[in-house]
């Protein structure tokens, strides 16, 4: 959907977030608004089935009627038969596979997600996931869900579901106000939803990205292992939009014991504690002081892929030689030739061209899933 759709008019403005579809991969780079260099090599027999799979058919199928008959149609799953439930017993909050979502409002970019897909970069092909993993899997904690179970990655808020059949949700990340056929709920704890419940996430009063789990997860068929869906490659499920049904699966296991997870603290300027290399010797000393110890700002210029920074005094290279491709991974601090650094985030590219002056550390990635733009952030060694 594009941005005017919304009816959130005052939320920040993400200008790499795509209007009809997510960026394609090619040689010039993740997004033509960043210049930073990414070679992709040709996809394999399998990717580019499950591209040309995709490709055969642009219309989205419209919400079914609440009396839909034996079978869910939806571009996540095969038909689905109301026979076929999870293999035991249901109790109260388990769901069988009668049960879906029917997407009433679809958000400004909501994708499928899960672990990704590791041990594909020498293919071209990325680990993508859920760019801030620990809200996932906080939320399938929440539900009893496998870890590996696949969620909703819900930017900004406002999306709004209707269950058909038995449902049991949480919702983790970004903070959102959460509401049941218009009645408060919280956040970070489990609530269960009846046939014909609606959920609507508001708009995110706090963070980026929020995750909707379902008890069971969602069924998506898989792409080379994974669920997620990658807007580089354009790998996994489309983005979910207003009138998509979205069958429940079966990955469910035995209740937790905690009933609610305690949300993250909200702070103000970031800290993202960095490791400096495997290029920092291509710059100054002056621009490694500099980008410890000024502030950061987060551009408009970003999405799953990335993060443009800015700040008031650019990077300065000592050697200005090129380079060739070399591997990019979560959290790269890679610098074009204007100096201004631009963090890689789940769905980045598997080369690069420019330097990286310093990595993120795992442990602060999923804080900088969660900046907005216009966010700042400061980098310290860690």
């Known amino acids: 959907m594009r941005w005017s759709d919304t009816t959130y008019t005052n939320a920040p403005a993400i200008s790499a977030i795509p209007a009809t ?46 009396s839909s008959g034996s079978t869910v149609p939806s571009p996540y799953s095969t038909a689905v038969d109301i026979r076929r439930c999870c293999g035991g017993p249901l109790a109260v909050g388990d769901n069988c596979a009668v049960s879906w979502l029917e997407v009433v409002r679809g958000g400004v970019l909501v994708t499928v997600q ?60 970004a903070r959102v ?20 419940d609606v959920l609507t996430l508001g708009h995110a009063t706090a963070g980026l990205r929020s995750y909707l789990a379902v008890r069971g997860g969602v069924d998506a068929p898989p792409t080379l292992g994974s669920r997620a869906t990658d807007t580089l490659a354009e790998l996994g499920p489309p983005s979910i939009r207003t009138g998509d049904r979205i069958p429940i699966g079966t990955m469910a296991r035995q209740w937790p014991a905690e009933e609610l997870i305690p949300p993250p603290p909200t702070v103000g300027a970031a800290t993202l504690h960095v490791r400096l290399g495997p290029r920092d010797e291509m710059f100054t000393a ?20 990335g993060m443009r920074l800015e700040g ?70 860690g």
Request: charged content about 20%.
């Open 21 to 66: 579809r997510p960026p394609s991969a090619s040689n010039a780079g993740w997004n033509s608004s960043v210049d930073t260099a990414a070679t992709i090599v040709p996809a394999p027999k399998a990717i580019r089935a499950a591209r040309t799979v995709r490709g055969k058919s642009k219309r989205r199928p419209t919400a079914a009627p609440r």
């Open 114 to 173: 899960d672990r990704g897909r590791p041990g594909y970069a020498a293919l071209g092909v990325g680990t993508s996931g859920a760019a801030d993993r620990r809200s996932h899997d906080s939320a399938n904690r929440l539900v009893g869900n496998d870890p590996g179970a696949a969620t909703l990655e819900v930017t900004l808020g406002g999306l709004q579901v209707r269950a058909h059949g038995q449902a049991t949700v949480a919702v983790t990340g």
């Open 177 to 196: 106000p959460l509401r049941v056929n218009g009645i408060p709920c919280g956040d970070y704890s489990a609530t269960h939803l009846s046939d014909g």
């Open 286 to 305: 002056g621009a490694l002081d500099t980008l410890l110890g000024q502030a950061w700002t987060v551009t408009q210029d970003s999405n799953r892929v």
């Open 312 to 381: 008031p005094v650019p990077l300065e290279r000592a050697d200005r030689g090129e380079l060739p491709s070399e591997g990019m991974v979560p959290g790269a601090l890679q610098v074009p030739a204007g100096g201004q650094p631009v963090l890689f985030l789940a769905d980045h590219p598997v080369t690069g061209g420019y330097p990286v002056i310093a990595v993120v550390v795992d442990d602060d990635l999923a804080a900088a899933a969660q900046l907005v733009p216009g966010a700042a952030l400061r980098f310290a060694r």
